[in-house]
């Protein structure tokens, strides 16, 4: 049985938000039930902590975590494949 798992796409609020679309398109069609996957513009004042993640400038940035553990940020989506695959950052 898999962990329960939240993907977080944290976004610059600067960033068009047409630059999370190939991350969505990415992950999105997978069924998993175990999985919840989120878009936020990190910009956003008052998020809860497990939504509070920063974003660099322009880019998007991807945590995954597992239970209260998160990974550190990707900002590729072949990276993101990558820990989603082995769940390890390399």
Partial sequence: MHKPELIVLAYSGG??????VPWLRELAPEHRPQRVLVA????EAGLPPGLDKPAAPGRVNAYVCRGVTCLAPVSEIGALRKVLETGEIK
Avoid: P
């Fill in 15 to 20: 960033l068009d938000t047409s630059a999370i």
């Fill in 40 to 43: 936020i513009d990190a910009a």
